[in-house]
C-alpha cells in the first residue's frame, strides 16, 4: 500500500495538534483541504483513521498508522541529516519524560550528548505511570515510564529506580503532626501532588494508613521546583525524589516524616526495536546515564 505524503502529513499534523484548524494554519491550508486528504487517506484504509473529537483522536487503526509514520518521519529526518553534512544535521528526537526525572538527571546528564548529537527535543512532560499511553498513541517514539512491559515491537530498558521521601517543613510537621503519623492526623493534613494523576502519596496513605484517594486534603502543583519550594514553605507535605532534594535534605527546614518508608518507583526506558541510527545512539545513552543517576533495583 503506497501511503500519498501529504495525506500523511496531514494526519501528523491533526493529531499532532488535536485539531483540523490548527493543523490547516501549520501546512498553510485551510481546514476543508486537510479534511480532504484525511478522508482520502481513510478510504484507502477503509475506515476511520481519527476520532473527530476535541481534541482529535486516532482510532485504533490511526494509532497504528501514526506508529508508523512517526518512525518513518525520523528515519527520513535521520537520512536528510546525514546528508547535509555535520554542521546541519541537527534532528529531532519526540519522547516522554516525566517530570521528577526532568527536573533532576535527564538535563544535566544528557546535555552533552544532546549537543554532540545535534538533538532537538520535542518532549511530552507526563505522570510516569502515564506516559507510556504517547508510545502507544503514536505521539512519541520514546519514553521513560514505570511500566515494566514492553508493547509489541518494542523494547523496555531497566534503568533504574527513583526513590522518594514523604517530606514536611519542621513547621509543618509542629503544626498538622505533633505526636507523629496516625490516621486521624492525616486525613486532616494537606499533601502537595504534582498533578491529579499523582498518586505516589495516595498509595502511601493507603497503605500506611487505609485512607482513601479522597480521604485527604490535597494541592496540585504541576512544576517539581514551585512544589519543592511549597512544601519547604509549609503548605503542605509530599513526595519528594532524593535526587531532587540536594542540600535541603541535610538542613533543618524539611523532614522526612517516614524515613523507615522510603517509596521507590522502577523507570523503563520504552523505545521501538527499528529506530534510526541516530535514534537508537541516543536511547543508549539514555539508559546509561539513567542507570549511572538512579539507585539500582
Not at 229 to 237: M, V, W
Request: charged share 20%; proline share 6%; aromatic share 8%.
Amino acid at each position: 500500500m503506497d501511503i500519498n505524503a501529504k495525506q500523511a502529513t496531514a494526519l501528523l499534523a491533526v493529531l499532532d495538534t488535536g485539531s483540523f484548524e490548527k493543523a490547516a494554519a501549520r501546512l498553510h491550508l485551510t481546514a476543508s483541504a486537510v479534511s480532504q486528504r484525511i478522508r482520502t487517506l481513510e478510504s484507502q484504509f477503509g475506515g476511520p483513521l481519527v476520532i473527530r473529537n476535541r481534541p482529535c483522536l486516532p482510532t485504533t487503526t490511526g494509532m497504528r498508522l501514526l506508529q508508523y509514520l512517526r518512525r518513518a518521519s525520523q528515519l527520513e529526518a535521520d537520512f536528510v541529516a546525514d546528508l547535509a553534512g555535520p554542521e546541519d544535521a541537527l534532528w529531532t528526537a519526540v519522547v516522554a519524560v516525566n517530570a521528577d526525572t526532568l527536573s533532576t538527571w535527564f538535563f544535566p546528564e544528557l546535555v552533552e550528548v544532546l549537543l554532540k548529537e545535534n538533538v532537538l527535543l520535542d518532549l511530552t512532560v507526563d505522570d510516569q505511570a502515564h506516559t507510556h499511553r504517547s508510545l502507544e498513541t503514536g505521539r512519541t517514539i520514546g519514553c521513560i515510564s514505570s511500566e515494566p512491559r514492553a508493547m509489541r515491537g518494542c523494547s523496555a530498558a531497566l534503568m533504574g529506580v527513583m526513590r522518594y521521601r514523604l517530606m514536611a517543613s519542621l513547621a509543618f510537621k509542629a503544626r498538622w503532626f505533633p505526636q507523629g503519623m496516625t490516621r486521624q492526623a492525616a486525613a486532616q493534613a494537606p499533601v502537595i501532588a504534582h498533578t491529579r494523576k499523582d498518586d505516589l502519596q495516595s498509595r502511601f496513605l493507603k497503605l500506611q494508613f487505609g485512607l482513601l484517594p479522597d480521604g485527604f486534603p490535597r494541592h496540585y502543583v504541576p512544576i517539581p521546583g514551585p512544589r519543592l519550594l511549597a512544601i519547604e514553605q509549609g503548605l503542605g507535605y509530599g513526595m519528594v525524589p532524593e535526587l531532587q532534594l540536594g542540600k535541603f535534605f541535610t538542613q533543618t527546614e524539611l523532614i522526612d516524616l517516614a524515613p523507615q518508608h522510603p517509596t521507590d518507583v522502577a523507570l523503563y526506558w520504552h523505545s521501538w526495536d527499528v529506530q534510526s541510527p541516530r535514534m537508537a545512539s541516543l536511547c543508549k545513552r539514555i539508559v546509561e546515564t539513567g542507570r549511572k543517576s538512579l539507585r539500582a533495583l
